[in-house]
Nanobody, 123 residues
Framework: VQLQASGGGSVQAGDSLRLSCAASGFTFSDYGMGWFRQATGKEREFVAAVTWSGGSTYYSDSVKGRFTISRDNAKNTVYLQMNSLKPEDTAVYYC?????????????????WGQGTQVTVSS
């Protein structure tokens, strides 16, 4: 199983970034997918998630209206479009996969995790 996150970088406040996470080694379309982040010195937090079909999405209050999660089951890839970035969005972003029927806001429910990609937003 592999989850390869990419697309991070250093940007200015107000800029946009698009993260991608390419999955392999499991049946991608059977899994809900989520993005989490962890800032230095802080606990990991939920950012966004999408159900196996893409029919439902969930966001943390801190990113709602600015971030959009989507998936392409034909490409085994999940995306996180991040707009209007703020310095407080600075963190390592991780993608993760969870079996169907699981609460996608809870990181402990995820079976597989990627290696993370750094996002740094300067003011």
């Amino acid at each position: 199983v592999q989850l390869q996150a990419s697309g991070g970088g250093s940007v200015q406040a107000g800029d946009s970034l698009r993260l991608s996470c390419a999955a392999s080694g499991f049946t991608f379309s059977d899994y809900g997918m989520g993005w989490f982040r962890q800032a230095t010195g802080k606990e990991r937090e939920f950012v966004a998630a999408v159900t196996w079909s893409g029919g439902s999405t969930y966001y943390s209050d801190s990113v709602k209206g600015r971030f959009t999660i989507s998936r392409d089951n034909a490409k085994n890839t999940v995306y996180l479009q991040m707009n209007s970035l703020k310095p407080e969005d600075t963190a390592v972003y991780y993608c993760a996969a969870a079996a169907r029927g699981i609460c996608l806001r809870d990181g402990s429910n995820y079976a597989y995790w990627g290696q993370g990609t750094q996002v740094t937003v300067s003011s």
